[in-house]
C-alpha cells in the first residue's frame, strides 16, 4: 500500500512544480509560497478532523515536537527556495536539482537515523547523481 501512497505522491509532486510555475505570473515566490502553504495547512488539519486524530495531541512528547517543529522550518525554508528557484529558472532544471535531495536522505538516513547502506542503495544514489547532472548541463 505503501508504493500506493508514494506514486500518488510523485504524481502530485509533479503537478505542484508546473501549478506552481503557471501560477506565479507576475507575483512574488514568497507570497506565492505563502498561498500554496495555506490550501497545505487547511488540507492537513482537514485529514486531522476528518480522521478524528486530534486527539493524539496531547499526547505527542516534547522530542517528538521539537523534531515535528524542526521538520516544519525545513519545509519551510525548501518551499521558499523552490518556488525562488521556480520563478527564476526552467522547471526542467529547478526540479532535478531539488529531486537530488533523494540523495542527500539517503546520506543523512546512513548518517542519523543508521540505516543500512546496501550496494543496491549506493547504485541507485550514483544514478541520480549522474542523472541530476545529465539534466541540468
Known amino acids: 500500500m505503501w508504493f500506493f501512497y508514494a506514486i500518488l505522491s510523485a504524481i502530485f ?5 508546473i501549478l506552481a510555475k503557471m501560477g506565479m505570473g507576475g507575483i512574488s515566490s514568497n507570497l506565492a509560497t505563502a ?3 495555506s490550501v497545505v495547512v487547511f488540507m492537513a488539519w482537514g485529514m ?4 478524528k486524530s486530534g486527539n493524539q495531541i496531547g499526547n505527542i512528547p516534547g522530542r517528538e515536537w521539537l523534531f ?3 521538520s516544519g522550518l525545513a519545509t519551510g525554508a525548501s518551499w521558499l527556495c523552490y518556488y525562488k528557484a521556480l520563478q527564476i529558472g526552467e522547471v526542467s532544471k529547478v526540479v532535478p ?9 539517503l ?6 537515523l543508521k540505516e543500512v547502506a546496501t550496494l543496491k ?5 550514483i544514478f541520480i547523481t549522474i542523472g541530476t547532472f545529465i539534466m541540468i548541463l
Open 68 to 70: 515535528l517543529i524542526l
Open 121 to 125: 542503495v549506493i547504485i541507485g544514489a
Open 97 to 105: 536539482v531539488d529531486k537530488f535531495s533523494i540523495v542527500l536522505t
Open 107 to 112: 546520506i543523512f538516513a546512513f548518517l542519523f
Open 35 to 37: 498561498i500554496r502553504t
Open 13 to 17: 509532486a509533479a503537478l505542484t512544480s
Open 48 to 51: 486531522v478532523f476528518i480522521t
